[in-house]
Nanobody
Framework: QVQLVESGGGLVQAGGSLRLSCVAS?????MGWFRQAPGKEREFVATISWSGASTDYADSVKGRFTISRDNVKNTVYLQMNSLKPEDTALYYCAAGRTVMMHTSTQEYDYWGQGTQVTVSS
């Protein structure tokens, strides 16, 4: 069983930055960040393989967000720069069942409770 706890969300002005953290208890493999805005489906944001050598991003965040991990600390990060109002959502961390990275929610077995990110214009 893996438990995930996200932190680092908050209220920020457009153009600002935030860094989200996700601390995992137990062994994790490929990890991902997803987000869900009110009235919308949960969507993929970023993913990273267990080794950290492979990453992938949604087109909407490429060049602005960076995913990274520290396996010694069992922590995954999401550095978010140049934030836009449309980035406002509840951000979830997820742990997959293989060492690979995945963009689909169906490839993830464990989810955190989410951390709210609100970007004001």
């Amino acid at each position: 069983q893996v438990q995930l706890v996200e932190s680092g969300g908050g209220l920020v002005q457009a153009g600002g930055s935030l860094r989200l953290s996700c601390v995992a208890s137990g062994r994790t493999y490929g990890m991902g960040w997803f987000r869900q805005a009110p009235g919308k489906e949960r969507e993929f944001v970023a993913t990273i393989s267990w080794s950290g050598a492979s990453t992938d991003y949604a087109d909407s965040v490429k060049g602005r967000f960076t995913i990274s991990r520290d396996n010694v600390k069992n922590t995954v990060y999401l550095q978010m720069n140049s934030l836009k109002p449309e980035d406002t959502a509840l951000y979830y961390c997820a742990a997959g069942r293989t060492v690979m990275m995945h963009t689909s929610t169906q490839e993830y077995d464990y989810w955190g409770q989410g951390t709210q990110v609100t970007v004001s214009s």
